[in-house]
């Protein structure tokens, strides 16, 4: 897939990586700790966590507010165990279905991640929430449509932890967390959604609004005790003007008119979005992702959390046990993008840490664990 010529080594860089650990393993005995995630690696598994490398699924309502595409480039440029895209709140009616896999797509295509399937998910026929206009070309062909059957073979493929983000509506994962029981024990979901201090207080927030009956479903498997790590970011966090990007924003400057890769799709998305809906876009997303990533940008605290019969969330003593943002570092979360979309050479995120573990600083979670 041709891409610019300044980004020719945005997988380049992961790849090499790749290389460099399994040349490293070799050199050392089978069983130590860097010939373990080596001969993994070399036996074209996943790369092990330490390696930061659990597979990465993002589950994304792309194609309405542009910080879905946003997130989605960050995580292609930086994550190499980017395994798979689904799409919620597809189009339909007088927009055909699977408008928003479409896209996506062609976003990862010019990001030179043709490795990256797309799936196209939930839609109820119709949305209010995506920009109308011509930013994939037609030979762009649709998405397969088994969401179920996807996240179920990469499970099997995977055999380990498998990362979800969800950054829409909670339908795929409500329906793969009945369809697929072994799900429940492997994902580690970050979910971006849900409120403490509604804006609107007579309703719920926007992605547990969409489907209220599969964010019920999905904290009933938290009641249950059947999905352990779940963590969510809340627009309590995410809602935010230090994070909106706008027309004068150093990101928007990032992505040049007229330019025929990501960059200028991205551009071209923003536009559209700024003219239909709203003058700026607020990155929830990213912030979801970079939590995912166990990067040190929001906060997290153990809290039990409740949904009522609209979908809003509230502090129970009864309710489901989550990991909740309490706060954000909006500042490096900023400049942390800005660097994932303007370097020409891609690096991976630091390594894990727990969620509630010291996440002041990036030292604690570089490197093996
Ligand atoms: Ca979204």
Redesign the pocket.
């Known amino acids: 897939m041709p891409y610019p010529e300044d980004d020719d080594r945005s997988v380049d860089g992961p790849r090499d990586a790749r290389k460099d650990l399994v040349a490293r393993g070799e050199r050392t005995p089978p069983d130590s700790a860097p010939g373990i995630p080596a001969g993994r690696t070399r036996a074209g598994g996943p790369w092990s966590e330490s390696e930061q490398a659990a597979p990465l699924v993002l589950d ?3 194609g ?2 542009p ?2 595409a946003i997130a989605v480039a960050a995580a292609a440029r930086t994550v190499p165990g980017l395994a798979l895209v689904l799409t919620n709140d597809e189009t339909g009616g007088d927009t055909a279905y699977g408008q928003r896999a479409r896209l996506a797509r062609h976003l990862l295509d010019l990001l030179g991640r043709d490795d990256v399937p797309v799936v196209a998910g939930h839609g109820v026929g119709g949305t209010r929430y995506f920009c109308e206009g011509p930013l994939v070309p037609s030979e762009v062909p649709e998405q397969p449509r088994d969401v179920v059957s996807a996240v179920r073979g990469l499970l099997e493929r995977s055999g380990g932890t498998v990362r979800w983000v969800g ?2 509506s909670l339908s795929n994962l409500a329906r793969v967390l009945k369809e697929v029981p072994e799900a429940r024990e492997r994902l580690r979901v970050t979910q ?1 959604g849900g409120a403490l201090n509604y804006r609107d207080p007579s309703r719920a927030e926007h ?1 547990f609004r969409m489907d209220t009956d599969a964010a019920h479903a999905v904290f009933e498997e938290l009641a249950r005790g059947r999905l352990t790590d779940f963590q969510l970011v809340t627009s309590d966090v995410t809602f935010r003007p230090e994070i909106e990007v706008t027309r004068d924003s150093a990101l928007y400057g990032l992505f040049a008119d007229g330019d025929g890769g990501w960059r200028g799709l991205l551009r071209h998305h923003l536009d559209l979005w700024f003219e239909a809906f709203h003058p700026g876009s607020i990155q ?2 990213a912030l979801a992702l970079t939590t995912a990533l166990r990067m040190p940008h929001v906060s997290l605290s153990l809290r039990r959390v409740a949904l009522d019969d609209l979908g809003r969330m509230s502090r129970s003593e009864r309710g489901a046990e989550v990991w909740l943002s309490s706060s954000a570092r909006y500042a490096p979360f900023l400049r942390w993008l800005e660097g994932a979309l303007s370097r020409t050479e891609a690096e991976t995120p630091p390594g894990p840490a727990r969620p509630g573990e010291n996440r002041s600083g990036w030292g604690s979670g570089v490197g093996p664990r």
């Open positions: 994304t309502d792309i309405g507010d910080d879905d950054m829409g971006m992605n929830h997303d």
